[in-house]
């Protein structure tokens, strides 16, 4: 993921902010006129391309006028500093949700000779440490495992970050070997260069250690965080996952396999019930039967309202699908209680 989220700032330190305007309008046709899915899908990733570039061009035109201004260019030599940069930009990151524009903006403000290599690397470093904010946010209140993803990007971030702040000085005089010349963008090309030298680097050192990572991870976030499960609440469907269909169809089924699992234990305890007379038994049963009842019609909901959303044809068949399976093991449910 880290690597991935790269991708945004290379092409955002290329100077084609020129054609933004004409990726704009492509997308935008391409999204809101064709029929087709596909079509529509690579319409919403132009104009959001576009889009980039066209902030790209609004953020140095509007920072432009501060190279003239004492507060700020103070403000700028206090960032000189690694730990200052590292720290508001850090900061930044986590007030804004997103890396990648903060990143964006110190490309914008080394275009204009705002600030120097260095304090752009510092950017990026505090950046990749902001970011964590977002995944620790998400996991509150998840799962332990959704927790341990969460911890496991900070550390991971953070581990990268004091691995490089030493060597900063010398990573600017390797990205400058590495750097041809091109007007006033090519101070832009060195800091998207840093943001993914620092993560393709960090992540081919840290692979190796993944067996004790996991060990710690788990040591920092123990199995006694983890909350007793109740076979009558889902688990796994989140008003949240509804903006994205392919996820939230993924949580369903993941909530009917457990109605399925609670339905053939009810099967496993019928006979020996039925045998054996135990009356301890046929309240477990029932009892179990509520609870599928109960799974039952909040996933029947939650897939009514992941209905209403726009579903390419695909999904609606797995929706369908899932629909069947649900009412199917809720009717064997009620057999077995019967």
């Known amino acids: ?74 403000i700028l030599q206090e960032a000189r ?26 490309i914008a403000l080394a275009t204009q000779d ?77 800091i998207a260069n840093a943001h993914t030298i620092f993560n393709v680097v960090n992540a081919m050192i840290l692979i190796w250690f993944i067996k004790p990572f996991v060990k710690l991870i788990e040591f920092i976030v123990p199995d006694s965080l983890q909350q007793p499960q109740n076979d009558a609440i889902t688990q796994f469907i989140k008003e949240d996952l509804l903006v994205e269909p392919m996820v939230a169809l993924d949580a ?20 020996p019930a039925v045998l054996n007379s135990e009356n301890s038994i046929f309240e477990k049963i029932v009892l179990m039967d509520k609870n599928v009842s109960h799974l039952h019609d909040e996933v029947i909901e939650y897939l009514r309202k992941l209905g209403l959303a726009q579903l390419s044809n695909r999904e609606n068949a797995e929706l369908m699908n899932l629909i069947n399976l649900a009412n199917y093991f809720e009717g064997v449910g009620d057999i077995i209680k019967s």
């Open 252 to 271: 369903v089924r993941r909530e009917v396999v457990r109605i399925g699992c609670q339905v053939l234990e009810m099967f496993e305890l019928a006979m």
């Open 114 to 190: 705002l600030i120097t290599l260095e304090a752009g690397i510092a950017m990026v470093l505090g950046a990749n440490i902001g970011t964590c904010s977002t995944a620790i946010l998400a996991a509150v209140g998840k799962s332990v495992e959704a927790k341990r993803v969460a911890v496991a990007h900070l550390l991971f971030n953070v581990i990268g970050v004091l691995l490089w702040l030493g060597f900063i000085p010398l990573f600017a005089k390797l990205l400058q070997l590495l750097s041809m010349p091109d007007g006033n963008t090519v101070l832009g090309h060195q």
């Open 1 to 74: 993921a880290n690597i991935g989220r790269t991708v945004v700032t290379q092409i955002a330190s290329f100077n084609i902010n020129a054609y933004a305007l004409l990726l704009v309008a492509l997308g935008f046709s391409l999204y809101f006129f064709s029929v087709k899915e596909k079509i529509k899908t690579v319409g919403t990733a132009i104009l959001g391309i576009g889009l980039i570039f066209y902030g790209m061009e609004i953020m140095s035109t509007a920072v432009a006028p501060l190279r003239n201004y004492p507060f700020f260019i103070e």
């Open 81 to 106: 500093n690694p730990l200052v940069g590292i720290f508001c930009a850090a900061v930044f990151t986590t007030i804004i949700q997103a890396s990648s524009a903060t990143i964006v903006i110190a």
